[in-house]
């Protein structure tokens, strides 16, 4: 039976998860850490959830199908 295109190859799990892209500026006032501003990272990162493989997202829009960077 032909593995489905939309598991992971490595452990054929179902789900992926993101790299964070947001990160928060924090200074240390009066005693306690206070967030001053926020930016977001235009570039992102997505693993298998199941076995932390990175997912080469370009290749996989291309092909259509999960592909892990190497």
Known sequence: ?????????ECDSEE????????EVYEFSE???????SHFIDEYKIY???????????ESNQRKNIVLKT
């Not at 039976?1 to 190859?9: H, R």
């Open 1 to 9: 039976m032909a593995k489905s295109k939309n598991v992971c190859p």
């Open 48 to 58: 298998c959830r199941e076995c932390s493989s990175e997912v080469n997202v370009e």
């Open 31 to 37: 005693g306690d850490f206070v967030a001053t501003d």
């Open 16 to 23: 992926f998860i993101s790299e964070p892209n947001q990160y």
